[in-house]
Each structure stands twice: as structure tokens, then as C-alpha cells.
């Protein structure tokens, strides 16, 4: 095993490893988005839909800023998240990192998959020159606090959000 960052981060997963994603994994990504079922149905992954996510990921890869990465064991996509990262002038002007979108497949958290996945985020947002690496989660989203909190990340902030559409 070398020590890149993803094999690094999945030393206690050995057949995980993390890389962006390409425009066919978007279905096996949506598959995991849609078993989120905390707030009503979000996303779906009924076809009909497809063109939409299909459609945000070519925005995504077009905008630069923002990747889009894949956990996978074998060929299975068992998680995956965006980190997003913009300069700012805070901090003398170093970069930030957002991770966002963070998803495991239900049957395979509490395996270490998460826990891979932010270690492997903040190395990257790392080695993209960003100053930390900052999340939101929801407030009723007990267990996903005490994860971030486990995962090194630190409550600072209060959070607002508006919906738009």
C-alpha cells in the first residue's frame, strides 16, 4: 500500500480508496443521496430525475472550484461528499475548504467509511492550500454531530440558511 493520501486515510479500510467522480457514478452517488430520508425525499433516484443530477455534475466539473469525490470498496461507491474550496481574504488571504454533500451508504456506516473520507477531505483541502476545513450539518442531525466532533472538527459557528426555491 503506498502512502498517498487515500490509502493513508483507509489504512483501517484496506480495499477503500477515494477519487473524483466521473459522470457515470453519478447514479451509484444519487443512490446514496436518496436513502436520506430525514427531511422528507430530497433526492431520488427514479430516472426521471436523472438528467437533473446529470446536469449538476457537468456544472460541478465545469466550475472548478468545487470537486466532486467517491469513496469506493472494489467497484461499489460506498460514499462520497464535494469539497469546495475559495480564497478568501480572512486569514492573509488563504484558501478555505467546504466539504459538503457528505453521504455514507446506510449499511456501511459505523465501518469506518466516514471517518476515511473527512481524514482523506482535510488532507486534500490540505494539499490545496486551504487554511481549514469547514462543514454544516443539522441541528437534528444528533449522530452526524458526535461523527464531525469524533472526526477532530470543532463547534464554532452558528449556521443560517435560507430556501430559495
Same mark, same amino acid.
Not at 431520488?44 to 443530477?53: C, K, Q, R, W
Not at 472494489?74 to 460514499?79: D, F, L, Q, S
Not at 494539499?127 to 442531525?141: D, M, P, V
Given at each position: 500500500?503506498?502512502?498517498? %493520501?487515500?490509502?493513508? *486515510?483507509?489504512?483501517? @479500510? /484496506?480495499?477503500?480508496?477515494? #477519487? +473524483?467522480? !466521473?459522470?457515470?457514478?453519478? %447514479?451509484?452517488?444519487? *443512490?446514496?443521496?436518496? @436513502? /436520506?430520508?430525514?427531511?422528507? #425525499? +430530497?433526492? !431520488?433516484?427514479?430516472?426521471?430525475?436523472?438528467?437533473?443530477?446529470?446536469?449538476?455534475? /457537468?456544472?460541478?466539473?465545469?466550475?472548478?472550484?468545487?470537486?466532486?469525490?467517491?469513496?469506493?470498496?472494489?467497484?461499489?461507491?460506498?460514499?462520497?461528499?464535494?469539497?469546495?474550496?475559495?480564497?478568501?481574504?480572512?486569514?492573509?488571504?488563504?484558501?478555505?475548504?467546504?466539504?459538503?454533500?457528505?453521504?455514507?451508504?446506510?449499511?456501511?456506516?459505523?465501518?469506518?467509511?466516514?471517518?476515511?473520507?473527512?481524514?482523506?477531505?482535510?488532507?486534500?483541502?490540505?494539499?490545496?492550500?486551504?487554511?481549514?476545513?469547514?462543514?454544516?450539518?443539522?441541528?437534528?442531525?444528533?449522530?452526524?454531530?458526535?461523527?464531525?466532533?469524533?472526526?477532530?472538527?470543532?463547534?464554532?459557528?452558528?449556521?443560517?440558511?435560507?430556501?430559495?426555491?
Amino acid at each position: 500500500m503506498s502512502s498517498t %493520501p487515500e490509502n493513508a *486515510a483507509a489504512s483501517s @479500510t /484496506d480495499a477503500l480508496r477515494f #477519487e +473524483r467522480a !466521473s459522470r457515470a457514478d453519478v %447514479p451509484g452517488i444519487v *443512490a446514496i443521496l436518496a @436513502t /436520506d430520508r430525514v427531511f422528507g #425525499e +430530497r433526492d !431520488s433516484d427514479d430516472p426521471a430525475y436523472a438528467h437533473h443530477y446529470e446536469a449538476a455534475y /457537468d456544472a460541478i466539473v465545469e466550475n472548478g472550484a468545487t470537486t466532486l469525490y467517491v469513496a469506493r470498496l472494489g467497484e461499489r461507491i460506498v460514499g462520497t461528499f464535494e469539497l469546495i474550496v475559495v480564497h478568501a481574504l480572512l486569514r492573509h488571504g488563504r484558501c478555505l475548504a467546504i466539504a459538503e454533500a457528505v453521504h455514507v451508504a446506510p449499511d456501511m456506516r459505523g465501518r469506518g467509511v466516514g471517518k476515511a473520507m473527512m481524514e482523506f477531505a482535510k488532507a486534500e483541502a490540505k494539499r490545496l492550500g486551504a487554511g481549514s476545513l469547514q462543514l454544516t450539518t443539522h441541528l437534528q442531525r444528533y449522530d452526524a454531530h458526535r461523527f464531525y466532533e469524533a472526526a477532530g472538527f470543532e463547534r464554532r459557528h452558528l449556521g443560517f440558511k435560507v430556501e430559495l426555491i
